[in-house]
């Protein structure tokens, strides 16, 4: 299971960095993906990285404002997000999922039908 962590409490206008990690497998070769589920509402997808971590996704909701990256050498995916809105606010989860051959939005279409979530974390936008 991968584990985000890294969410808060933070006024509208400021910034956090989510952070994605697993010690089960080595996330070198996996797209890996972020998502997030307000209160009452269904999981969106909000951004992917490819396995090269040379391609990227961003809902637009978040373009401009969200950046995704990773370190392999710390097994882990990041999500940069400034310029955070109280819309912003939900549970925040990662998840990874073979991506060659397929693009990003087809990989995170993998990822939401995937059983297994960690357990997210929880990021709080006030105004």
């Known amino acids: 299971q991968l584990q985000a962590s890294g969410g808060g409490l933070v006024q509208a206008g400021g910034s956090l960095r989510l952070s994605c990690a697993t010690s089960?497998?080595?996330?070198?070769?996996?797209?890996v993906g972020w998502f997030r589920q307000a209160p009452g509402k269904e999981r969106e997808g909000v951004s992917c990285?490819?396995?090269?971590?040379?391609?990227?996704y961003y809902a637009d909701s978040v373009r401009g404002r969200f950046t995704i990256s990773r370190d392999n050498a710390k097994n882990t995916v990041y999500l940069q997000m400034n310029s955070l809105k109280p819309e912003d606010t939900a549970v925040y989860y990662c998840?990874?999922?073979?991506?060659?051959?397929?693009?990003?939005?087809?990989?995170?279409?993998?990822?939401?039908?995937?059983?297994?979530w960690g357990k997210g974390t929880q990021v709080t936008v006030s105004s």
């Open positions: 990285l490819s396995g090269s971590g040379g391609g990227t």
């Open positions: 998840q990874a999922a073979p991506g060659w051959g397929i693009t990003l939005v087809q990989a995170m279409g993998v990822m939401e039908g995937m059983n297994s």
């Open positions: 089960g497998f080595s996330l070198d070769y996996y797209a």
